[in-house]
């Protein structure tokens, strides 16, 4: 590998792009392999460009033709020296679930739940971000485990990780039914709403409408209303100033003596 950050970026750009100017699907894996070296370089912009070209690649093959070579390359990235590596691995895994067998899925769930709880914090952050993408495979994807991998990383000490799990939130409360979003789900968003981290209340505050959207607008009134009452008299200005961009929509599904009894009273003060 070239010891020049410019080169390797240049290198990672139009590897992903070169699979016919080398003769096509069947030279597949010599694409794939200096594309797996450079997903392992410290300059995080060729990393991700390298991530991208493995996408496109595989999205140009049939994965079930090159499926022990493929899982392979995945597990080399999850288990390599350098935990960078694991970046693209965890990235790779839902491109890859639909396309190989059971046994692999198997695999790659257990590569993805190890990613969860990694010893490494941006590890845990890009799992957080990927199971977004996770989730919109099930029921491909065990809906079971997805609450699971969820629920660790909602714990998360990390504010970082952390707040990658509110768009994972919405995304839940789409594919789970009514009961379980009720069972499941507004209990973590409360956690959201009550999180010691003012940024992560702010995401919840700028969100709002997303999650109630997603929750259904039945539940909005009884879930949501008390911690957005509490976003428009919070502690910290940014979470006040993204409840106040929201009241507009908010007060859309609230009944006149709500708005009267609850939100009024806080925009007085305001």
């Known amino acids: 590998m070239d010891d ?12 992903g792009d070169f699979l016919d100017k080398v003769g096509g699907p069947a030279h597949t894996m010599s694409l794939l ?8 370089v410290e300059e995080a912009a060729a990393r991700d460009q390298a991530t991208e070209g493995i996408k496109k690649i595989l999205a140009s093959i049939k994965v079930k033709d090159f499926e ?32 190989v067998s059971s046994q692999n899925q198997a695999e790659l769930m257990t590569l993805f739940t190890n990613a969860s709880k990694d010893e490494v914090p941006q590890v845990r952050k890009t799992a957080a971000t990927v199971l977004n993408d996770m989730i919109k495979l099930v029921p491909k994807v065990p809906e079971s ?28 409360a789409k594919v789970l039914p009514a009961a379980k979003v009720n069972q499941y ?29 997603s ?24 979470v006040r100033t993204a409840a106040v961009r929201r009241i507009a929509d908010f007060c859309q599904i609230l009944d006149k003596p709500t708005i009267e009894a609850k939100i009024l009273p806080t925009l007085k003060k305001l």
């Open 33 to 40: 392999q200096p594309l797996e070296s450079l997903c392992a």
């Open 215 to 238: 929750i259904g607008f039945e539940y909005t009134k009884d879930a949501l209303l008390p911690y957005y009452c509490n976003f428009l008299a919070d502690s910290e200005s940014e």
């Open 145 to 172: 485990e997805m609450l699971k991998i969820f629920n660790t990383l909602i714990k998360d000490d990390q504010d970082s990780v952390r707040m990658q799990c509110i768009d994972c939130s919405v995304s839940l």
């Open 68 to 99: 022990g070579d493929v899982m392979s390359m995945i597990q080399r990235l999850m288990s390599g020296e350098n935990f960078t590596s694991k970046f693209t691995g965890t990235q790779l895994i839902p491109h890859l679930f639909q396309h």
């Open 185 to 213: 789900l507004l209990p973590d968003i409360k956690l959201f709403a009550q999180d010691k981290s003012w940024r992560i209340r702010y995401l919840v505050a700028d969100r709002i409408m997303e999650i109630a959207n």
């Open 4 to 15: 020049e950050e410019e080169v390797l970026m240049a290198l990672a750009q139009v590897l």
